[in-house]
């Protein structure tokens, strides 16, 4: 009877004794050996596939073993992004659905036709009964060509948010003369300019209005704003002055014995300190415009402060810095 280490085992060919690759050949009965007989080329090919597909220990299968875990481990980890990819696509649509399911309800399901007429049916009635603001378009002068495409800028954003509110304004642009530098970039910056629901006029406010209605609103006033009087006009400097010349528009109002006041800024709010120790109460058009709107609607100024003054100007209210 053979022993286990004598046992042959013939597979594909190779004579495999013991663990050892042997080249196939004739087997000597009952010996455990076996004799070579065939061509060497040929059965040294036989030898090195089975060294090759027989994985025991040898140096070859190490670097198989070794590479066929490096693709299983990519191939899972890639499945892992796939799927990760595929939530996040998975939720992303289902947060859509969900706000354009809110704005439909909010909309009331209206279409386009029928929001464009309310908006502008909301913005007329505003002419009659809300306050009016004017922005004071007489010291374009004053400007360069850069600070005029701004100033156009904010028109265009103050009007956009004019549009959105709950209780709009009505807005009037006065000292706008056709064929100004203002006027050209306002048309040529702003699409649609000409059907803005709005007035525009060559004429100054003090013509328009009564001087006692009149509020002019600097960031240079002593007088903080306390509340707004539907029945009062209010007036912005459109003025954008990089070089900062100070209390320009505040002498304008004087000349005319105007009330004005400024935005309760310090009132509400606090410094904050910054890397680059920058405070300024100084606003764009449309920022202020933000700040009256909001307090128009919430009747409460740090909401409306929150809502207008940007970070960039170093204030913060009082609450948010304790």
Partial sequence: MQSMTQRRVILWGEQIDNGNVRLPGRMMEGTGKASVKASGSCRLTQAVTAQRTFLWGTRSGTRYVQ????????QRHWEKIVTAKKKKRKQEKERRKAKHAEDKGAAHQHSKRVLKAITKERLLAAKEAAPWLCVDLSMTSHMTKKEISRLAAQIRRLYGSNKKAGKPFWICLTGFVAGSPISEECFRMNDGFSNYLMDTTPESYLDLFPLETI?????????????????????????VDESIQKKLTLQKAQEHSLQTARLPIAEYMVKNA????????????????????TYYETQSWPEALKAGVPPGKGYVLQETAL
Avoid at 67 to 74: A, G, S, T
Avoid at 215 to 239: C, F, K, W
Avoid at 279 to 288: D, F, K, M, P, R
């Fill in 67 to 74: 590479y066929k875990r490096n693709v299983l481990r990519k």
């Fill in 274 to 293: 910054n890397v680059k120790n920058y405070h300024s109460e100084t606003l764009a058009i449309n920022q202020v415009f933000d700040v009256l709107s």
């Fill in 215 to 239: 509020v002019y609103l600097t960031p240079d006033s002593e007088n903080a704003l306390q509340d707004i009087d539907p029945h009062r006009v209010y007036v912005l400097g459109g003025l």
